[in-house]
């Protein structure tokens, strides 16, 4: 599991100076995977289903029929980002891992100035992660998924006249990283929140473009994401 104490601001840019890696407000790349070339590198995604949380599990049930919410959402992941990261990426090929592996790990800290991450299940420095009839060049762990919803109120005029309007939205948080499985080594980590607005009612539509923003939130700064134009974007990243 990742804990994560982060200040944002100048003093993350000092730190990043400090320590040799390169920070955004959702990640830091460590500086040697920088300017990374990839040529025919393959890609796994591993999502601990155990690690799932919901609290909008009815809603998914609503929209795609009876069964384990996980195993649902685990399928989704598998059968869109797969693609929409094969898509935005560098990599030749992007595969999700079912069922998770079994994985030697330990927890590391990271200190970044007086703040740190821990990570919980880092793989050892040095270890390959071995995954059956599936390339892994690198490896995307995603932990502490967390789907769940929100309504926003906003108001619009002023006293006597205001109105009040709600917002529903779709929301995921999560924590990931990036690991180097042909050297054994730390890529890059990061927590990420996206959001998809309802109007209405939710569809399966409303979580398909939840996860397409889920897929490029988890790109997005890495070494591995391809230059793209702004239509191949999805529309809003977060709310």
């Known amino acids: 599991m990742l804990k994560q104490l982060w200040t944002l601001g100048i003093c993350l840019v000092i730190a990043g100076m400090l320590i040799g890696c390169t920070m955004h407000p959702h990640m830091i790349v460590l500086t040697e995977y920088k300017d990374l070339k990839l040529e025919q590198a393959s890609l796994a995604v591993l999502l601990d289903k155990q690690e799932i949380e919901f609290e909008n599990e009815s809603s998914l049930n609503d929209d795609f029929g009876p069964g384990n919410p996980k195993d649902?959402?685990?399928g989704l992941m598998d059968s869109l980002v797969t693609k929409d990261m094969l898509r935005l990426s560098k990599f030749q090929k992007v595969s999700l891992?079912?069922?998770?592996?079994?994985?030697?790990?330990?927890?590391?800290?990271?200190?970044?100035?007086?703040?740190?991450i821990?990570?919980?299940?880092?793989?050892?420095?040095?270890?390959?992660?071995?995954?059956?009839?599936?390339?892994?060049?690198?490896?995307?762990?995603?932990?502490?998924?967390?789907?769940d919803e929100e309504t926003i109120w906003t108001t619009t005029g002023t006293p006597p006249n205001e109105q009040r309007h709600s917002h529903r939205y779709l929301v995921f948080q999560?924590?990931?990283?990036?690991?180097?499985n042909l050297n054994g080594k730390l890529v890059a980590h990061g927590h990420g929140r996206?959001?998809?607005?309802?109007?209405?009612?939710m569809t399966q539509k409303t979580w398909t473009k939840a996860l397409a923003k889920f897929a490029y939130k988890v790109l997005d700064t890495s070494?591995?994401?391809?230059?793209?134009?702004d239509d191949q974007k999805p529309t809003t990243q977060s709310n």
């Open 72 to 74: 649902i959402l685990v």
């Open 97 to 116: 891992v079912e069922p998770y592996p079994a994985i030697e790990k330990e927890a590391k800290t990271l200190n970044i100035g007086k703040n740190s």
């Open 118 to 147: 821990t990570y919980d299940s880092m793989p050892k420095a040095g270890k390959l992660i071995l995954v059956d009839s599936v390339d892994a060049d690198y490896v995307l762990f995603v932990e502490d998924f967390l789907s």
């Open 174 to 180: 999560f924590e990931f990283f990036y690991w180097d």
């Open 194 to 201: 996206v959001s998809h607005e309802v109007f209405g009612i």
């Open 223 to 229: 070494p591995f994401m391809k230059p793209l134009t």
